[in-house]
């Protein structure tokens, strides 16, 4: 099988020749370029031949042609922040406009996705990142968004909806330069990251404009849920539903549900089961096998691709990484071992 229909396989819920795997990290200070994020990227799957190649753009990627200035600052994510944001007080929502995806910071993250394609195209399929809109917004603000959302809903509304459309048009923009899929990114799926009230009101509802508008054209989306606090539970009842969507992705070692409750709940596919955050950073290959298969068992091997909550951090032994990719590529899942976890 090749990794375009292992990956197919999963997401459809048969019962692939292995389990599907995913890896991916920030590339500081390499990701502040085209070519220096397209090598990155590609070195790293040339080291791990993981199955599903996530394009990791740097943290701040959307802001930047807004007016906010990225730097990276050693975070162990290794993900950039704003030294200086483009909205420093509400008047200044009233003068966000559309940007051109093809030019500036976003025009070069297109162009890493095609040098990457021209790697990928016969060998591994690739998904693009996308923050949905208010996670742009927060960006754009660093901070105050929902002390926005509460105080000036109207003028939040219209300024989402601009970021909703230069989103998508940077979207569709890395379909054309040769992403086959798109893994959108949400800060604001949580219980504690939102209230319900706001959660309708703004983030769904840009989350589904976004998602209709690119979903004839990508090939698969995966959704991303990120939990900043141990124990936070990521909405999944609504979204987990929107036509387009193919698999949920969120840190599922730290957050709930777990994997299997997920699965429970609902139809897709989900990717998830490396505590990115904990033994993968500091366990013995001993540790990291045990806890790898004690999820994979749990969870069921259907609908499942291995992956990391959320990125790998930058302090992760590399040693480590191999010991999940080794551990994930010994599974025989038609073996009689694996027959009682086929679900």
Known sequence: MTRFELVREALLGELPEHIPLSLWQHHPERDRTAEGLATAEIDLHRRFQHDLLKISFHGRYPVVDWGC??????????????????????????????????????????????????????????????????????????????????????????????????MTEFALATLDAGADGLFIASQHSTDRSISSELYERFVLPSQLKLISRVRHRSDFIVVHLHAH????????????????????????????????????QMHLAVLGGIDHTGILRNGSKEEIEEQLLSVLRETGLRRLIVAPGCVIFQDTPEDNIRTVVDTVRSIDPWSEDWEAYDR
């Open 229 to 264: 606090e141990p124990g936070e539970r990521v909405r999944l009842d609504k979204i987990s539903r929107v036509p387009g969507v193919s698999a949920i992705n969120w840190e599922d070692q730290r957050a709930t549900p777990s994997l299997r409750e997920a699965k429970q």
């Open 69 to 166: 200035e990225a730097v990276y600052e050693g975070a162990v994510s290794g993900s950039t922040v704003c030294k200086s944001c483009r909205v420093r007080d509400v008047s200044d929502w009233e003068t966000i406009e559309p940007v051109d995806v093809n030019a500036g910071e976003f025009g070069e993250q297109v162009r890493a996705v095609e040098m990457i394609h021209r790697y990928a195209q016969d060998t591994v399929p690739t998904m693009a990142t996308i923050f949905d809109p208010t996670m742009v917004a927060d960006k754009l603000c660093q901070g105050p968004l929902v002390d926005y959302l509460k105080s000036h809903p109207d003028l939040m509304e219209r300024a989402l909806e601009v970021i909703t459309t230069v």
